[in-house]
């Protein structure tokens, strides 16, 4: 059965490291890696959506997290999911630190400037994880 | 509860404060060590949880003077970009190198590896600051204040 990577960005509303995530997660899945990626709503994993769960489980799961909490990662392993990789917005700012992340419904152009770095990382991951064995659509 | 810190919790989250150290109300803490005349500064468990996952710490160079009051240290976090205040007048001499690397050690170790700086006073005792339990009563009005925001 062939399967994409699952992304689950965090779903801090309000927040705007967690908008970052959401607005890499748009990029990945509608313009850099449409065919190969789909995104699971983190919201949907929390409330016990069967259908999201099962997404998660047996995929394998890229998740970004807009903090230490970790909502995403924790998430994603409570519903029977594996973690092949988790990115954290805290981590791609201290590596891009003129990327500032500022905003909460719209990015300021270091917010997207920095969703932009972690897309493009992703998309790199999804062809990795891809490349070692995983099928897709 | 550890006999080693006080401890309150407002909404859902825990604040710890620990005992023998001294504080101002910006939250930030003193360790004064009579054998070298120093004391160790960092940020309160309030403060950092306030304040959210620490970005970058811009230590100030050992031998700066600082006024009371005057910037110590710059440090960015996820929320804010928050400027720490010196508790008291004195010299740096020495600072926490290891934040340059890991600078979440201010959120996981506040009171132990995350400290920030250790000044010479020029005077001791330093006037203004707080015992463990009067910086409680403050913390707790403080928190009960942003959770009410």
Redesign the interface.
């Known amino acids: 059965m062939s399967k994409r990577v699952i992304i689950v960005p965090c779903s801090g509303i309000g927040k705007t490291y967690g908008t970052v995530t959401r607005e890499a997660a748009y990029q990945v899945a509608e313009e850099l890696r449409p065919e190969t990626t789909a995104i699971v709503p983190l919201s949907l994993l929390v409330l016990g959506d069967e259908g999201a769960r099962a997404a998660v489980q047996g995929a394998q799961v890229i998740t970004m997290d807009g903090c230490s909490l970790a909502c995403a990662t924790l998430n994603v392993r409570q519903a029977g999911g594996a973690v092949a990789k988790d990115f954290t917005v805290l981590d791609a700012f201290r590596r891009n630190k003129a990327l500032k992340p500022r905003g909460i419904s719209e990015l300021n152009e270091g917010g997207q400037a920095l969703a932009r770095v972690l897309a493009d990382e992703i998309a790199q991951t999804t062809d990795e994880l891809i490349a070692g064995g995983v099928d897709h659509a | 509860m550890s006999s080693e810190f006080l401890e309150t919790t407002v909404d859902k989250f825990i604040f710890r404060v620990k005992v023998g150290y001294l504080y101002n109300e910006a939250g930030v803490w003193v360790a004064y060590d009579p054998a070298h005349g120093t004391a160790r500064v960092g940020l309160t468990d309030f403060r950092q949880q306030a304040s959210?996952?620490v970005?970058?710490v811009d230590l100030p160079a050992v031998g700066t003077q600082v006024a009371a009051g005057g910037d110590l240290v710059n440090i960015?976090t996820?929320k804010v970009d928050l400027t720490v205040p010196a508790p008291f007048g004195g010299e740096v001499v020495a600072v926490n190198k290891g934040l340059d690397e890991t600078?979440?050690l201010i959120?996981q170790a506040p009171y132990g590896d995350g400290w920030l700086v250790e000044l010479k006073p020029e005077q001791w005792p330093a006037e203004g600051l707080l015992d463990a339990p009067a910086y409680l009563a403050v913390m707790q009005a403080q928190a009960e204040a942003e959770a009410a925001q």
Do not use: K, R, W
């Open positions: 959210g996952d970005a970058f960015e996820i600078p979440e959120n």
